[in-house]
């Protein structure tokens, strides 16, 4: 009953608000929309977005908001649940955009999401700025009104296939498994020709289909074709399932890496100690060197992301927060909420926030490296980067009855 | 029908027909949304409500349509109605040569052998290339809602006007006849295996038209979305509600069932899922005869009339 | 040869979970004629039970079991006896369309409750394993296995040498029979639904056990339950076992030989050959 009670007082305060206005000329508001999953099969992922946009926004209003040609204007979030309904969420943004009248958007999670709502921004020509869809196909169709701030899925396992190179003793054969999905199609094309490259042999190759719960075929010719290295890229469910399974079959490759979940507090917890020694990868890790204008830093922003919502943010959360960022930044540039004004100056954003350094290529994708981590003690230790190892891996992984 | 009748649906009709002049954007959109709904659920009508088939595979048909429109415009270039042509054809294949075995099997054994069928093409879809995959397609966008909500009413009006024909018809009669007593109507005479296959494919070339439309205007396409369960049980339901086995029924329960979840949706978002829940439970216990019988009744009876469905249909 | 030994094990093992995953549903389907929709959500609640029962109470989920299936009986039992039964003699659309409301229903109130977050039951052996030779065979999978024997063998037992058992199978023939046992109708209805709901209960903990549970599992293990009741036949609880195993080895073939994404074809393709040749499953009577 408490969101009933707070939609009141927010009633009440919106109604104190106009009259308040009534006097003294108070800035309008700049309505930021959002359609994402709060309920349904990826709601797990979903609230990241929900709860970095409102805790952005928030510490955006406290600090007295955006300052668009002089004068101080509030944001405010509208927000609803796409329970996960890609077509759901194509209506919701339509009615963001033409009924509820805000002035800029924000992104909803995963690309699938993000690859069908972008064709209402680029209708409507409302620009949008989203930190959950990664896949190229998103913004391979030439859109103007589409900004991404995910780094590319091609390269997700871009770093890790640098770390392979330079592992003693250097690994030979990999399986690369990848779920049928958008997003996890475009981390295997984009893998594929890295591994060639690195001269490693690909023993496996193999598609399986989103949402699949039994790994036990898959692990067993892993294991029959002695690979090395296994690299997964699919959702934090699979790999959850995948790590349960191959410790159950005994399967332990020298080395597995996961594009999801090591990041995630919440999957880290589910497996327990099993989660060791699983690599993984993040754009994005909560250190002090990241400065932003208005949390001070990535450390500072995970700190009061952990207070206010309890539990840790990870590289979804800063990419949200920084998309709210970006919107601001690019008000701020343009001088302006009109949102083909705001558009243009996307296009040209340049600035240093919580979650890097933000600025877009010509088809509206952020360039962000991607960091090999690694689940050291329960917790997630960076292990290589674009200048080399920053800290020895766990490399190889011990068999599972020698832990 | 009397000529006041007709006057009055063709009032609806033309108020139906002038949204786009004097609704909002969103009304559009939502109008788009819930007469194809309304569509897929006079598609059911026929094989589900007067054949009494209750059909789990007509998201097959509206899948099949969809992706007939996607192929042809995004991997062949060709225009959407040659697209449309092509979803229906692939419809009607489907039926024919899936009907005519999976139509021997009576009540919950068609439901389910046609609910597989709906995991088989989604299993399928997402291994052929053609099809994307499990990627889907990305159709080129048209921004012109006007002309898809009249598409879709237009595709409403003739799917109703051919119902409306189905129930004086001697083909209508014979549909019904197997529903009653499939025994019965072979012996009278009808063919019943070229009838229910019949009644399957026009059910099919409807819910594929919906396909169609619908993948052009959402202009992304992939096979969950297109071969959706939830989808059929939302036809299933809308025909339910409003009344199966009548003409204007389906009409009225998509169209109220699809008001009341865009408002909850839109009111207390993350439980709107929850309500309509309920919403389908109470639905089933208290009128399960759906709308148009509980309108007909509720004035000789008043309030009796939902305890005596209970007492009607309990243990 | 190594890796299809291995295969089959898999294949087999999983086959033991998908037979008691379909057990519940069968029987509530060849006794009283409704088509559970709901019941992978059921399996879903059983999987949660369990889930608290090991983490805050610390009791193991094989012993927990019992008390999981205890629960899962009551609300099962509650549900047939003030709702489901209210609605058994009206046409079969609407059976259909309460459960559905029901699974709906279950799983946003779950999702409410517990939240989306995933979970595992995950007592320390879950992850090991025996060797057989070169094949591996892991525990925990091994124990559902022996679990979902045990309950099948016991529900048929039962059936075929108890009391209510029979007053059951008389009911599946014609409600008329099952009054001259002497039980009053409505509660052998809600006790049937009951056992049934108490087998997804003991099913959803042997899921998590060896998988990972979140509110939105329900819809595709009602599908596969489907299936494996389907090929199994609805006649006898031993049918169901073919069924669960039959399946469970289909899909791992189909992983190792065409690739993992043909498994849910292959699965469901079957369904419809097993309904169209053979209506009363692999085991049942030819009509």
């Known amino acids: 009953m408490s969101s009933r009670h707070s939609r009141l007082l927010a009633g009440l305060f919106a109604i104190a608000a106009a009259s308040a206005s009534a006097g003294a000329a108070l800035a309008q508001e700049v309505v930021l929309g959002a359609s994402v999953q709060l309920t349904g099969p990826v709601a797990n992922t979903g609230r990241y977005y929900r709860d970095a946009y409102q805790l952005a926004i928030d510490k955006i209003n406290a600090a007295g908001g955006v300052k668009i040609a002089g004068q101080s204007h509030k944001l405010a979030l509208k927000l609803y649940d796409n329970q996960s309904d890609v077509n759901l969420s194509v209506r919701q943004y339509t009615q963001l955009v033409s009924q509820d009248k805000v002035n800029l958007l924000l992104g909803p999670f995963a690309s699938n999401f993000a690859l069908a709502d972008s064709a209402v921004s680029e209708k409507y020509k409302v620009p949008m700025v989203q930190g959950g869809g990664a896949s190229d196909q998103i913004f391979a169709r030439k859109f103007k009104y589409i900004f991404g701030t995910l780094a590319p899925a091609s390269n997700y396992f871009g770093s890790t296939v640098g770390m392979l190179k330079s592992l003693k003793p250097a690994p030979q054969s990999v399986a690369l498994l990848y779920a049928d999905d958008a997003f996890d199609v475009s981390v295997a094309e984009g893998t594929r020709p890295m591994l060639k490259q690195a001269g490693l ?32 890229a699919g959702h934090e469910t699979e790999i959850l399932n995948f790590v349960r399974q191959a410790k159950s079959l005994a399967v332990a490759p020298k080395l597995y890496s996961f594009t999801v979940g090591v990041p995630s507090e919440d999957f880290r917890k589910a497996l327990g100690k099993d989660a060791e020694y699983a690599f993984g990868m993040t754009a994005w890790l909560p250190t002090t060197a990241l400065k932003d204008r208005w949390f001070g830093d990535a450390e500072k922003f995970a700190k009061e992301y952990k207070a206010k919502f309890g539990y840790d943010p990870d590289y979804h959360a800063a990419s949200g927060a920084a998309d709210v960022e970006t919107l601001v930044q690019a008000m701020e540039d343009a001088g302006s909420a009109d949102p083909q004004k705001v558009r243009d100056a996307l296009a040209k954003v340049k600035f240093e926030s919580l979650y890097g350094p933000i600025a877009f290529n010509a088809q509206g994708q952020i360039e962000l490296p991607q960091m090999v981590i690694q689940v050291q003690g329960g917790a997630v230790a960076e292990i290589y980067g674009a200048k080399g190892f920053v800290k020895q891996p766990k490399y190889p992984m011990p068999a599972w009855d020698a832990r | 029908m009397k000529a006041w009748q007709i006057g009055m649906v063709l009032a609806a009709l033309l108020l139906l027909a002038g949204v786009p002049w004097y609704g909002s954007d969103v009304l559009v959109q939502f109008g788009i949304n819930a007469l194809l709904l309304a569509v897929l659920a006079q598609g059911w009508n026929i094989i589900g409500g007067y ?53 021997r099997l009576k009540g919950h054994y068609f439901a389910i052998a046609t609910l597989a069928l709906s995991q088989v093409m989604t ?10 995959q499990n990627i889907g397609l ?74 169609g439309i619908h993948a052009y205007w959402i202009t992304f396409l992939d096979p969950d979305s297109a071969f959706d369960i939830s989808l059929n049980v939302k036809m299933i339901i809308m025909a339910v509600f409003g009344g199966p086995g009548t003409v204007l029924g389906p009409i009225v329960g998509a169209l109220s069932l699809s008001a009341i979840s865009e408002f909850l949706s839109s009111e207390v978002t993350s439980i709107a899922g929850l309500f309509f829940g309920l919403v389908i439970v109470a639905a089933v216990v208290l009128m399960p005869r759906g709308l148009a019988d509980m309108i007909r009744r509720l004035r000789k009876t008043g309030w009796r009339y939902f305890s005596e469905n209970i007492r009607a249909h309990r243990l | 040869m190594d890796l299809l030994a291995q295969i089959l094990v898999n294949g087999t093992l999983q086959g033991g979970l998908y037979a008691v995953m379909a057990l519940g549903l069968a029987l509530v389907w060849g006794v009283l004629n409704i088509v559970n929709l709901a019941h992978g959500a059921f399996i879903m609640l059983g999987g949660y039970a369990s889930w608290y029962l090991y983490t805050y109470a610390h009791i193991d989920p094989f012993l927990g079991l019992p008390l999981t299936a205890a629960v899962m ?14 609605v058994i003699r009206a046409p079969m659309f609407n059976t259909l369309l309460i459960t559905f409301g029901l699974e709906v229903v279950l799983t946003y109130l779950a999702q409410l409750v517990f939240s989306a977050d995933f979970r595992t039951i995950n007592p320390p052996y879950a992850g090991n394993s025996l060797a057989w030779g070169p094949v591996v065979l892991p525990l925990a999978r091994l124990a559902a296995f022996g679990v979902a024997i045990v309950l099948t063998v016991g529900m048929w037992l039962f059936l075929l040498h108890t009391r209510l058992g029979r007053a059951i199978r008389a009911t599946a023939q014609n409600l008329v029979a099952a009054r001259l046992y002497g039980v009053e109708p ?37 599908a596969k339950s489907f299936a494996i009741s389907i090929i199994g036949g609805l006649e006898n609880p031993l049918g169901v076992i073919v069924g669960g195993l039959f399946l469970g080895i289909v899909e791992s073939l189909t992983t190792l030989y065409i690739g993992q994404t043909f498994a849910d074809v292959a699965s469901f393709g079957i369904l419809v050959l097993v309904l169209i040749v053979r209506p009363s499953g692999l085991l049942g009577k030819t009509t």
């Open chain 2, 123 to 132: 299993a399928i879809v997402s291994n052929v290339g053609l099809a994307g």
């Open chain 1, 201 to 232: 042999n690909v023993v496996m190759d193999e598609r399986y289909s989103t949402n699949a719960t039994d790994f036990n075929s898959l692990l067993s010719q892993i294991k029959s074709k002695n690979a090395d290295v296994v690299l997964v």
């Open chain 2, 138 to 211: 990305v159709l080129p966008p048209l921004n012109n809602d006007p002309l898809f909500y009249e598409l879709s009413l237009g595709l409403l009006t003739v799917a109703t006007l051919t119902i409306w024909g189905l129930t004086r018809s001697r083909f209508g009669f014979g549909l019904i006849a197997i529903r009653e007593n499939e025994e019965g109507a072979a012996v009278m005479g009808v063919n019943t295996t070229l009838y229910k296959v019949l009644a399957f494919a026009l059910s099919g070339v409807f819910s594929a038209l919906a396909g």
């Open chain 3, 73 to 86: 009986f009551g609300l099962g039992y509650g549900l047939q006896r003030g709702l489901l039964n209210l």
């Open chain 3, 186 to 222: 409505r509660h052998l209805y809600a006790m049937t639904f009951g056992l049934g709901i108490a087998l997804a209960g003991a099913a959803g903990t042997l899921y998590g056990t060896v998988s990972q549970i979140n509110p939105y599992i329900g819809a595709s293990l009602t």
């Open chain 2, 51 to 103: 054949t009494g088939y209750a059909s789990f595979g007509n998201s097959v048909f509206y899948g099949l349509g969809a992706y007939g429109v996607a192929i042809a415009m995004v991997q062949w270039q060709l225009p959407f109605g040659v697209g449309m042509v092509f979803g229906v054809v692939l419809a009607v294949v489907f039926a024919v040569l899936l009907g005519i075995p999976v139509l």
